[in-house]
């Protein structure tokens, strides 16, 4: 008996999504049944490095050029099945997903957007696009979005307000952006609760007068912020932050540095921006002068003094590449001693600390003071 082809049209699709589309459409040939099933399946996933393409003669007759014709006739291809599955495609696309290489500008990734667009049923859209790529205004049409990922792109167009009204979850990786276009960005998302923003030195734009206080004050529903430290090089620290990420409960910092007089301050100054966070995640970075002069030239603040300062919610800190550099330790020891809830203290030191330092270490953090009497402090 085919058990399969009797189950419910909505779990048939499921299966079908969990395929890459170039199996899901070699389902049509099964039977009758089975013909249109495909081209209703919510999700549609297309990787250029896994896209097949056939060994006809044309492509024999290709195969004999160079490698650059061989690519541009793969890629002409690829380009080729994706519109041919739009075309035929019934029902709404939930689900979209482009992985490629790509140049500055490609109209067939434009033509797709617009696509897109114009069906404006999309809710989760991922664009992994390396090589840079100019997001066309069309994406902008895109109002059912929930989901939203965008990689090695570059944002020059800047979104009406809360033209993503729906939008619940943001990732930006290596995006091309100046400070108004990304805050404008942020600012048109107004139920946003979770945020990734992984962009180095020389993706944003830093020519404008925008402030760390102007970010924040873009994000003030976000429940879950993860980002690369560098992102405070491109936007200056006020002397003080507006205390707006009350519903903030994760921040998760990557690549940060400890290595100057002002680095606990600052950190007690973006801490007391979320007076209700809950899980604090810290990745620190090997050490890089360059960077530690910019950063002391944007960030020279005076010290002051923590007795106002608590974490009354927080219940978990986690720091990786802990070395006991400069500052790490009192950063440490201040966290222990202003969270009175902390149930777990997670510290992971570099592999290249030797045996008698890594002991040293443990010790002086076994014996802080902890604001929290049921505190379960691990060092390895």
Not at 135 to 143: E, G, M, N, T, Y
Not at 166 to 190: F, M
Not at 268 to 281: G, M, T
Request: glycine residues 2%; aromatic residues 10%; negative net charge.
């Amino acid at each position: 008996m085919d058990r399969i082809s009797k189950l419910p049209v909505g779990i048939i699709e499921s299966i079908l999504c969990l395929l890459p589309i170039q199996e899901a459409a070699r389902t049509s040939i099964l039977s009758k049944e089975w013909r249109y099933h495909w081209i209703k399946i919510p999700k549609l996933v297309f990787i250029e490095d896994q896209f097949q393409v056939s060994t006809d003669r044309a492509e024999l007759s290709v195969s004999n050029k160079p490698s650059k014709w061989r690519k541009k006739a793969k890629r002409s291809k690829f380009f080729h099945a994706i519109c041919q599955v739009l075309l035929i495609h019934e029902g709404p696309i939930h689900d979209f997903t482009l992985e490629m290489q790509v140049d500055n500008s490609c109209v067939d990734i434009d033509h797709i957007l617009l696509h897109l667009s114009k069906k404006n049923t999309v809710k989760m859209l991922k664009l992994d696009l390396h090589g840079k790529y100019t997001l066309p205004l069309s994406l902008f049409s895109l109002h059912q979005l929930t989901d939203l990922y965008l990689c090695d792109c570059d944002l020059e167009h800047q979104p009406p307000s809360t033209v993503f009204g729906s939008l619940t979850t943001l990732n930006l990786y290596e995006i091309g952006s100046s400070q108004k276009a990304l805050l404008r960005l942020l600012s048109s998302c107004p139920l946003l609760k979770r945020l990734t923003i992984m962009c180095d030195g020389g993706t944003i734009d830093d020519s404008g007068d925008s402030t760390i206080a102007d970010l924040i004050k873009c994000i003030p529903g976000v429940e879950y912020l993860c980002v690369l430290f560098f992102i405070f090089l491109f936007f200056p620290l006020p002397k003080e932050l507006p205390t707006t990420l009350v519903r903030l409960k994760y921040l998760y910092l990557e690549w940060v540095w400890f290595r100057h007089e002002y680095a606990v301050p600052f950190f007690v100054l973006l801490l007391r921006s979320a007076p209700n966070l809950e899980k604090l995640k810290l990745e620190i970075s090997p050490e890089d002068e360059t960077l530690v002069e910019s950063y002391v030239k944007i960030h020279s603040f005076q010290h002051e003094a923590y007795s106002d300062f608590m974490l009354e919610h927080l219940n978990e800190l986690e720091i990786l590449h802990f070395s006991d550099a400069l500052n790490e330790l009192d950063f440490v020891k201040l966290i222990l001693a202003k969270s009175p809830v902390l149930k777990k203290a997670r510290i992971l030191m570099w592999d290249e600390i030797d045996k008698d330092e890594k002991l040293r270490i443990s010790n002086i953090l076994l014996s802080s003071p902890c604001a929290s009497p049921v505190v379960k402090i691990i060092v390895s």
